[in-house]
């Protein structure tokens, strides 16, 4: 009778064990978020490739959609005119569909990361109106009908307006004017209308910016031509922006009738000689002083970060009905583009995964969030 009251004792020590290490391995931000909006990351090619394998195992646990980080940008889809290169594409595609991921095709009209022949006749002159306008739907039309009903949502034009309002002087503004953002939308629109199409911008919250941007959406829906979300970027820091200024952004654009995309985040400890910028033409001579944490942040600095994420993820699951997805950057902060920008060669701690591919305490924290009435 002993050994029989023993060895169920020991049954039901295994079963607890089992189920505290099931609740364990359910304890990531995919599961956390699941009912709230997607969670995501941006993957580099060692990932898509599946070659940095922790990271790939991170990526698999704690997020339920990704986006390339640079794989899909059309000076690497398009180096030349009429011949692609789809292959890493293709992967993270994969990828996605294998590990039944939100996929995010990033991004396929913007004036940076973009080949030299895309505005250039033969003679080295800018093209008309008219060849622009094919260029555009060629590439838009071959990518986007590539991965019809695979590719769930499109950042279809990037960084076009700047902080005053104003629209950039990039090339497709000079020759096609406030027209090229319209007709991008169109085309992708035709190429797959069931996609999510969206408008992707960093320094988002600067208020003349939100109300050309509102005014670019509205323009595009009084014209029957679909818009369903805006990105922000969230590029930030420790103090910029103000949390209520992001919110009002943040309100402002759901009241325009559509979704938000926490996009591309990712929350820098360091200082920056300008503010906010994630413009990648900018660069700026290194300085000591600009590389201040080399062998990791000071425990003051440590708990202002991971403050600020918790305050921006408060912020995230309040105004969670309107908020369609919140990716990050990066997976780990080796990955970071944050580790060469703006000063070449610093040492950044953005994202929630550290170096050694570790879970950071802010990541339970996070999780702990979701859990709050």
């Known amino acids: 009778m002993k050994k029989i009251v023993a060895l169920l004792g020991i049954l ?9 290490s099931s609740a364990s391995s359910d304890n990531s931000l995919k599961n956390a978020f699941k009912n709230k909006f997607y969670i995501g990351t941006a993957m580099s ?5 599946e070659a940095d394998v922790k990271s790939v195992e991170i990526i698999n646990k ?4 990704i986006v390339a980080e ?16 789809f292959d890493d594409a293709d992967k993270f595609v994969s990828f996605g569909e294998k590990n039944k991921m939100f996929i995010i095709g990033h991004t396929l009209i913007w004036h940076s990361q973009l080949p030299k022949w895309f505005f250039e006749d033969k003679d080295g002159k800018d093209v008309s109106p008219e060849v622009l306008k094919q260029r555009m739907r060629s590439h838009i039309t071959a990518v986007v009908s590539r991965y019809k009903g695979r590719v769930k949502g499109w950042d279809v034009v990037n960084e076009a307006i700047m902080e005053d309002g104003t629209y950039r002087n990039s090339k497709f503004h000079q020759i096609l004017g406030d027209e090229f953002i319209p007709l991008a939308f169109q085309y992708a629109q035709e190429a797959d209308p069931k996609a999510e199409l969206y408008y992707n911008d960093y320094n988002e919250w600067y208020p003349e910016k939100v109300k050309t941007v509102n005014k670019m959406v509205h323009t595009l829906k009084s014209r029957g031509i679909r818009i369903d979300g805006v990105g922000m970027q969230t590029h930030v820091g420790l103090d910029t922006p103000m949390l209520a200024e992001y919110e009002k952004a943040i309100v402002s654009y759901a009241a325009n009738g559509v979704k938000i995309n926490v996009t591309e985040m990712e929350i820098s400890a360091l200082p920056s000689p300008w503010g906010t910028s994630a413009n990648v033409s900018d660069k700026v001579e290194y300085e000591a002083k600009m590389n201040p944490y080399t062998a990791g942040l000071p425990e003051n600095i440590k708990d202002e970060w991971e403050k600020r994420y918790l305050d921006f993820f408060r912020l995230f699951l309040k105004h969670q009905d309107k908020i369609r997805r919140v990716t990050l950057w ?7 583009w944050k580790n060469d920008f703006p000063v070449k060669g610093r040492t950044d701690y953005p994202l ?6 570790q879970t950071k305490p802010v990541v339970e924290k996070i999780i702990q969030l979701t859990k709050e009435k």
């Open 45 to 49: 090619l060692p990932q898509i490739n």
């Open 330 to 336: 990066g997976t780990t902060d080796a990955q970071s």
């Open 12 to 20: 039901t020590l295994t079963v607890s064990c089992k189920t505290i």
């Open 62 to 65: 704690q997020f339920s959609s």
């Open 352 to 357: 929630l995964f550290d170096r050694n591919n």
């Open 70 to 85: 640079n794989c899909m940008k059309s000076m690497f889809l398009q180096p030349e005119e009429g011949k692609f290169f």
